[in-house]
Every structure is written in structure tokens, then in C-alpha cells.
């Protein structure tokens, strides 16, 4: 099943999928990730950031939410 992030920007025409490269942590900022969106059950586009670039929450099966920022690229994930 191809699942797309809930976006309120049109994503890039590519074939790339949408990648995290950081997660915010309440303590120490952000910090690199390995994490993929599809690890998530929901991934939503939040806008991009003047600063940070394009920001995502992840929502995760348990409820559990965490904010991304990376590349929207397709929107694909």
C-alpha cells in the first residue's frame, strides 16, 4: 500500500521518497536520525520552516508523536 503524507504544499514531481534527517528532542534539540517514515503509521507535513526546512510529525502506532524535519521530496513514503 503507497501511503502519502497529509501535505498544504504541492510536493516535488520526483520519484524520491519523503526522507527525515533529524528528530526533536524536548532535552537536547535536534539530533540526527535513522529513522524512515514508514515506520510510522501517519507522517503529516507540517510546512517548511524559514529555518529548519520541511517539518513533519510521525505518528506512531502506540500514539506516541515525534516532530522530523528533512526532505518532502514526492510526498511518498
Known sequence: MERRVIFIEQPQENDKPVEFTHYLSG???WGRTKTKPSEYEKVVYLGKCEVDGDVFAGYYFNGRITIFKGHLNSGRY
Do not use: L, M, T, Y
Open 27 to 29: 532535552a537536547d534539540g
